[in-house]
């Protein structure tokens, strides 16, 4: 939809919680999960709908299908005619969007606290009387294409990093693009968006997260006003999630007019959703800080400003995810530096740590870097409600954030080395050299 400016690949420190602030649950008769955060910090309110469907749900002949299905939703129901619900969130000082991940599909409104029953009563009516009409679905699938065109067919590093993706995760979801493959996203008719919103649209594979300048009293009248008369339908079954086996190393080229090369390397990894113990995705998101944690990290020390080999170099732990994570290393190598070269040199980095545990003051600076964002993060009233609920329709306890201070604290200096030793292995690895047309 909109230009969205919040993150959507969730970092792992947006997983903290106010303890001190309140968290209501309750669910409805017809399986509307509702989640409740008091913040009467200021008369601000965020409303969001979070359903467990995304682009890793769809058919290997649909993709871009939950994101199209996404645009839809801003186009009319049968008491709102196209553009009308956003328009009455503006008259009324609030603002709205959407966004699709691979794992779900999320909607939010956010106003001034008065605005309540406004906001619910705009959401319940889109799940209630969705229009889906066949020429107003195919002008907004143009749109679509569009948005693919500008954001990824003419940009080459878009390109090419959608490709390296559809490598590094083979035999999942994640493996196509969320906004879709071209020509899928061409063929794609109306009638599978209305299959989409019948089946993956109940109330039963939603949740309702209100955060903000409420409290559970003024909410839960409210909710059962507008949602409760939902019919339940039939929740839709996912599979169970699993840690997937190492496919084995997979390594491509790409040629592509891209200005300068690039390299691209990932691990697949446990999730906190797959790992079989939960110290892994802690002790990933300490790997994650130590080797690109700041100026003091690891690669930034060694290989950008030491050995020079690097113009700029980045690397991080996706662990939020229904399947497994991801941890990722880009890079641009400096001039007269091969690819080859700053591959090695970052292998020898992470193999430093599988040979020596990183020392107490490596932690602490990264445990302090999190920390410092997770402050930033707490003052935000949407961030409360992104955290709450992701964890939800990831189908983990929100709870979970309270514990991650503590959990992320309890991490030893062994337990990442072992990290760096079970999981950025070759046999989970993906490694794309991109390098500019012409050039060998």
Excluded at 114 to 131: G, H, I, Q, V, Y
């Amino acid at each position: 939809m909109k230009p969205l400016l919040i993150a959507l690949g969730l970092s792992l420190i947006t997983l903290t919680a106010r303890a001190e602030l309140p968290t209501h649950e309750f669910q409805l008769d017809n399986g509307l999960d509702v989640l409740v955060r008091e913040d009467h910090r200021a008369p601000v309110i965020t409303v969001m709908v979070w359903f467990k469907a995304g682009s890793i749900d769809e058919a290997p002949y649909e993709t871009g299908l939950a994101h199209v299905l996404e645009h839809m939703m801003f186009k009319g129901s049968e008491r709102l005619g196209a553009g009308e619900f956003s328009r009455l969130v503006a008259r009324y000082g609030g603002s709205d969007n959407a966004f699709t991940s691979y794992d779900f599909t999320a909607y939010f409104q956010q106003y001034e606290a008065s605005r309540l029953p406004l906001a619910l009563e705009l959401e319940a009516e889109r799940l209630k009387n969705l229009k889906i009409d066949d020429e107003s679905f195919r002008r907004e699938l143009q749109v679509v294409m569009e948005e693919r065109r500008q954001r990824t067919d003419d940009k080459p590093t878009a390109l090419a990093w959608e490709k390296f993706q559809a490598v590094a995760r083979p035999g999942t979801g994640y493996a196509h693009p969320i906004i879709g493959w071209r020509d899928q996203l061409a063929q794609l008719q109306p009638q599978q968006a209305r299959d989409w919103y019948e089946r993956f649209y109940v109330p039963g594979n939603a949740t309702l997260v209100i955060a903000g300048d409420v409290t559970p009293e003024q909410v839960r009248p409210l909710v059962e006003k507008f949602f409760a008369d939902l019919p339940q339908g039939e929740t839709p079954p996912r599979p169970e999630t699993t840690l997937n086996p190492p496919p084995g190393e997979r390594r491509m080229t790409l040629r592509l007019p891209v200005r300068v090369p690039a390299l691209y390397m990932s691990y697949n990894v446990p999730s906190l959703t797959t790992a079989d113990h939960q110290d892994d995705f802690y002790a990933l998101t300490m790997l994650g800080g130590v080797l690109d944690g700041g100026i003091s990290a690891r690669m930034e020390s060694n290989l950008v400003r030491g050995q020079r080999l690097a113009a700029g170099l980045g690397a991080g732990y996706d662990g939020l995810q229904r399947g497994n994570g991801t941890f990722t290393i880009t890079a641009t190598p400096n001039p007269e530096v091969s690819l080859d070269e700053l591959e090695a040199a970052i292998k020898a980095e992470i193999e430093k740590i599988a040979e020596q545990p990183p020392s107490e003051a490596e932690m602490d600076r990264v445990r302090a870097g999190v920390l410092a964002e997770q402050i930033y993060q707490r003052d935000s009233v949407m961030g409360q409600a992104m955290e709450l609920g992701t964890l939800s329709v990831l189908g983990l306890d929100w709870r979970l954030a309270r514990q991650f201070d503590d959990n992320l604290e309890a991490v030893t200096p062994e337990q990442v080395q072992q990290a760096a030793r079970d999981w950025l292995v070759a046999e989970r690895s993906a490694v794309a050299h991109v390098i500019p047309e012409g050039e060998e």
